[in-house]
């Protein structure tokens, strides 16, 4: 019996490596902690991940929606990993504006931790080949350097699963593509240099943060910029070319950050994206590598209604 047992416990794991399980998603419940003053206009606002879910569930896309429990020990040991104290120490006493752009509710830090929480949740289902999962949190996080938030960011989350990937796996190597419409320099900040990391960032050219032309931070960093205006087929070839330099040192799992600020409707950028587009953009990525061991998570994007069907469209292309 325990022979048959092991060789059923065997088929199983052979048959979730060959047919990855359903998309997760999993959900930020306590996002609305992190708000702008009340009366005060701010495009990283609670309405953004709102009317995501409710463009998801109502969908019946057939996704296993989810929330995160890791534990607060874990959680805080990734965000204490990637970020020095200091900067922590001054997020953790902030209330107000952190700076011209980025600002600091009194609930700010509890949902940090839970979309901390949602990534490293995303991270487990993909390094145990249970993947693709997607967290879907706010704020975004790829502009926190080690010292610094900005750009909205406060926690860098993509970095904080790459590090914690690492830190659990000491043989193996992660990939990290960015496609938000900004580059993303936090996660170059904290990336660049790491032996068994690659990133490359695929964003608009002459935009914010303004270091996206700027020389590579180092061998395993690639920027990739595109010019204001860029239509779906120019920018999925630099999608293309990110995925084959991330892809280059046959990583043992991959990171997206997706923002959908490249969306033409979308208020803070200038490209002309649809949602198929990004839809495309998923198709180029798990066709050159395994869904199960892929996972992503949300940064930018700015206009509600395109962005809720640009991440349905996404999700639609994982299932």
């Known amino acids: 019996m325990q022979g048959l047992a092991l060789l059923l416990l065997a088929t199983l794991q052979l048959v979730q490596l060959v047919q990855p399980l359903p998309l997760t998603i999993i959900h930020q419940p306590n996002h609305a902690l992190h708000a702008p003053p009340p009366g005060t206009p701010h495009a990283e606002r609670p309405d953004r991940l709102d009317a995501i879910m409710d463009e998801l569930t109502s969908s019946n896309l057939g996704a296993t929606i989810i929330t995160s429990s890791n534990p607060l020990a874990r959680v805080e040991s990734a965000i204490n990993a ?72 406060l926690v860098n989350f993509c970095a904080c699963s790459a590090l914690e990937f690492l830190k659990e796996n000491e043989n193996k190597r992660v990939a990290v593509l ?106 180029l990525i798990t066709g050159r590598f395994p869904k199960s061991r892929t996972f992503f998570g949300l940064e930018g994007g700015y206009a509600l209604s395109a962005t809720a069907t640009a991440v349905r469209k996404s999700c639609e292309a994982l299932m």
Not at 129 to 138: E, H, K, N
Not at 188 to 217: M, N, Q, T
């Open 82 to 153: 990637t970020h020095s104290s200091y900067y922590l120490k001054n997020l953790r006493k902030t209330v107000g504006g952190l700076n011209s752009d980025t600002y600091v509710a009194p609930g700010s830090y509890r949902t940090i931790l839970t979309a901390t929480s949602c990534w490293l949740s995303a991270l487990d289902l993909a390094s145990s080949y249970s993947g693709p999962a997607f967290a879907l949190t706010r704020p975004p996080g790829h502009h926190a350097t080690k010292e610094a938030g900005m750009g909205f960011c």
């Open 178 to 283: 960015d496609i938000d419409v900004h580059f993303g320099n936090g996660s170059a900040d904290i990336l660049k240099g790491l032996k068994r990391a690659r990133f490359a960032s695929v964003h608009e050219r002459g935009i914010y943060p303004g270091s996206g032309e700027s020389k590579a931070e180092g061998e395993n960093v690639l920027k990739l910029p595109v010019p204001s205006g860029c239509l779906g087929p120019e920018w999925l070839e630099h999608v293309n070319q990110a995925l084959e330099f991330v892809l280059a040192d046959d990583p043992d799992l991959l990171i997206v950050s997706v923002g959908y600020d490249a969306l033409s409707e979308d208020p803070l950028a200038g490209l002309n994206l649809t949602p198929d587009n990004y839809a495309e953009a998923i198709g």
